[in-house]
């Protein structure tokens, strides 16, 4: 208890002694004209004498440009990669696309002695005649039939060139075709652009006819469907059958076509 007391009565003494020697210093800056003040500047200026040396910022900026000339390159890289990857996609979707058409087409043929040549449309000029891709370089020839995927003719080749052929097809006003009925009865096809004319040359027909073929009678590589007319008018005159279609599938850019030939 008498340690604790001890210990206050120092620190009043230690304060008084603070304010006493405040105190004191205050009233001899007074009577002195402010000496102890002006002794002390009112402020303090901090110079600084460190320099950056010029090569390390030289070597800064130089890092920096040599950084963002990498961001660039690398950037470069990355979009050359991805336009790559977008050509790879879209030929792994054609290949996916012809894949798919080979195997409806195998589906739908029942002759597996040939080769089927894939080919498509690369435009179509004014008279209404389509040019394919593929020619002498395939071996093509005039006349070589042109079917679908599902084996069915939409035309044939009229002229040949190097790598690329005229389609005839049922749009062309220049179409001329010969076919056979399921009872060997010979039909000629024409075309006026808009509808197909399906006319036979014999006077036995007795029945309705319905699907017609080629046939290797006028040249043609083998027998591929062509149409079947039973869905369709059909009149007769004097035993000869004529037939009007109406031509309401396009072929397009799109259509997966083949050409059959010998192997």
């Known amino acids: 208890m008498q340690s604790s007391q001890v210990v206050g009565v120092r620190k009043y003494v230690v304060y008084f002694l603070f304010i006493f020697l405040s105190g004191l210093l205050s009233v001899v800056d007074y009577f002195s004209n402010k000496t102890l003040s002006n002794f002390i500047p009112d402020q303090l200026s901090l110079i600084s004498n460190f320099q950056v040396s010029d090569r390390l910022i030289q070597n800064e900026f130089s890092n920096l440009t040599?950084?963002?000339a990498d961001l660039i390159a690398e950037n470069i890289r990355l979009k050359e990669e991805l336009t790559n990857l977008r050509v790879l996609y879209v030929e792994n979707q054609e290949l996916q696309d012809n894949i798919d058409s080979y195997k409806d087409l195998i589906k739908n043929i029942s002759d597996f002695e040939l080769t089927y040549y894939a080919t498509s449309l690369i435009l179509k000029n004014s008279t209404d005649e389509y040019l394919i891709s593929g020619g002498r370089d395939y071996n093509f020839e005039p006349?070589?039939?042109?079917?679908?995927?599902t084996g069915y003719i939409v035309g044939y080749l009229g002229e040949v060139f190097n790598d690329y052929s005229i389609l005839e097809s049922f749009n062309s006003t220049n179409f001329n075709f010969r076919v056979l009925d399921e009872n060997n009865n010979v039909f000629e096809v024409?075309?006026?652009?808009?509808?197909l004319i399906f006319s036979s040359l014999e006077s036995t027909l007795n029945s309705k006819v319905s699907n017609l073929f080629s046939d290797i009678t006028?040249?043609?590589?083998?027998?591929f469907p062509i149409i079947n007319l039973e869905p369709y008018e059909q009149r007769k005159l004097n035993n000869k059958l004529t037939v009007t279609v109406p031509i309401e599938e396009m072929l397009t850019f799109q259509s997966k076509l083949f050409i059959p030939k010998n192997k």
């Open 66 to 68: 040599s950084s963002r």
């Open 143 to 149: 006349g070589d039939l042109v079917i679908n995927e």
């Open 218 to 223: 006028f040249g043609h590589i083998g027998k």
């Open 190 to 195: 024409s075309s006026n652009g808009k509808e």
